[in-house]
């Protein structure tokens, strides 16, 4: 059996245009999946743009004097939906559920969101740097522009690890290598081992706090991290599609389950649960 989704999103997330939570839904069942998590974005940070030309269309309303605002979350429509999808697909175990981004920089915010959401799956991210002359932010990816790549790898590292020391009100740890979805074609290829310590930092401060790691499959965490994470104490893992349309949940995760199995990680008693260590 495959392991569960808990990290999809639909067209509650603000940068999932082609986003269905009833058509994902049919495509978990489709696979099998046992449970899938809709973590819906919940971003706090304003980007400034470098270059607002090439902003979507459907964003440009959300733009002004080149910083884009990321829309709140719709809570209720979002949760009218999901209860909509349960009632349909008896057979699914659907969790509601949030990505909260940085919410060490926005702790009153985020912890006003959770209350009110009261969600099954709370996973938490980094998805912003600060920008080249430090005025504002701007989404990680865009430093690869002004930056070496080591250096914006390390950079959102350590921005994880202050994350993970600041605020506690989450479960999962998101996407911890993100950045490498974005890694230059040329120059040097990424390679985990010339950034061990900075990884280990993180993975030591999760395993602290009791937290899952996510097996994040955009770019499929690899086993030399989940090794780290093992060795660091790290007792759960949760797999994560990161799916942002329909045909994405459980996308990977048969090649991911066995690298996770390769770390030392095993299913847990309830097929909708996380990996525990073996
Ligand atoms: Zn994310
Ligand atoms: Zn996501």
């Not at 964003?59 to 209860?83: I, K, N």
């Not at 999962?172 to 930092?201: C, I, M, N, S």
């Not at 199995?261 to 260590?277: E, I, L, Q």
Request: with cysteine; glycine share 10%.
């Amino acid at each position: 059996m495959l392991p569960s989704d808990g990290h999809v999103h639909s067209e509650w997330s603000w940068d999932a245009f082609e986003g269905s939570m009833e058509s994902t839904c049919r495509r978990a069942v489709a696979l099998g999946l046992p449970s899938v998590a809709f973590t819906e974005h919940a971003d706090f940070t304003a980007w400034t743009l470098g270059n607002t030309d090439q902003v979507p269309a459907q964003w440009r309303e959300l733009v002004s004097g080149g910083v884009l605002v990321p829309p709140a979350l719709d809570l209720d429509g979002y949760l009218a939906c999901l209860e909509a999808c349960r009632a349909r697909h008896s057979e699914l175990r659907i969790l509601s559920g949030v990505e909260l981004s940085e919410p060490h920089w926005h702790t009153a915010r985020a912890t006003a969101l959770l209350g009110a959401g009261r969600f099954e799956r709370v996973l938490a991210s980094v998805h912003s740097a600060p920008t080249a002359d430090g005025s504002g932010f701007t989404e990680v990816s865009a430093r690869f522009g002004d930056q070496e790549p080591g250096e914006v790898l390390r950079g959102y590292l350590a921005e994880t690890a202050r994350l993970v020391a600041e605020f506690d009100a989450f479960e999962v740890l998101a996407h911890l290598d993100y950045p490498v979805r974005y890694w230059p074609k040329t120059g040097a290829p990424y390679d985990p081992l010339d950034f061990q310590e900075e990884y280990r930092h993180v993975l030591r401060g999760l395993a602290a706090s009791g937290k899952v790691l996510e097996l994040n499959t955009r770019v499929p965490l690899g086993r030399q991290v989940l090794e780290w994470w093992y060795e660091e104490g790290g007792r759960a893992l949760a797999f994560g599609s990161d799916a942002h349309d329909p045909g994405g949940p459980g996308r990977g995760f048969r090649a991911a389950a066995r690298t996770a199995r390769a770390a030392g990680f095993r299913p847990g008693r309830d097929p909708w649960g996380f990996w525990c260590r073996g």
